[in-house]
């Protein structure tokens, strides 16, 4: 099974982070009771969410943006998959804007995040979109005949 997180407008970044903070941190205290058929067990089959998680799905619609590698550690003739560029912003470290308490102590929630995402999801995928044309075809998409959508998008 699947969890998809849908994203809009084609940017995998922090804020996309940021927007499943409190599912992520609720995860930790969710126990899943899982049966085998055998009553014995003393702590009633119960698992933590991560045990039994299903596989965390990032859908990024109307990608733009290149898979640019800009880690120097990588091969710079071959572009990044996107699981490869999801796990990179993942692992990557948080800094904060400024010096600023607010600014250090966001840039320390949006770390824990992301380790809340890894530790609970510990199989995760990216999957780009393309989009479909350009603006003037967006805005006449109801009646698009298929030739015209870009063969990338198909």
């Known amino acids: 099974s699947f969890f998809c997180f849908n994203v809009p407008g084609g940017v995998l970044n922090n804020q996309t982070f940021d927007q499943l903070s409190v599912m992520a941190h609720l995860t930790k205290h969710v126990r899943m009771?899982?049966?085998?058929?055998?009553d014995d067990d003393d702590d009633g089959g119960a698992t933590s969410f991560a045990e039994q998680?299903?596989?965390?799905?990032?859908?990024v619609r109307d990608k733009h943006l290149d898979n640019a590698e800009?880690?120097?550690e990588h091969d710079?003739?071959?572009?990044?998959?996107?699981?490869e560029y999801m796990e990179d912003l993942l692992s990557a470290p948080v800094k904060p804007e400024s010096r600023r308490f607010n600014d250090m102590a966001k840039a320390d929630e949006q770390h824990k995040t992301k380790?809340?995402?890894k530790a609970c999801f510990s199989t995760r995928?990216?999957?780009?979109l393309p989009p479909p044309g350009d603006a003037e075809l967006l805005r006449r998409f109801e009646t698009v005949e298929e030739s015209e959508l870009k063969p990338e998008f198909l």
Do not use: E, K, Q, W
């Not at 998680?53 to 859908?59: D, E, G, I, R, S």
């Not at 710079?76 to 699981?83: E, I, N």
């Not at 995928?125 to 780009?128: A, L």
């Open 53 to 59: 998680a299903p596989c965390l799905c990032f859908v």
């Open 70 to 72: 800009h880690n120097p």
């Open 33 to 38: 009771s899982v049966s085998d058929g055998n």
């Open 115 to 117: 380790a809340a995402i």
């Open 76 to 83: 710079a003739t071959r572009r990044m998959t996107d699981d």
């Open 125 to 128: 995928r990216c999957i780009s």
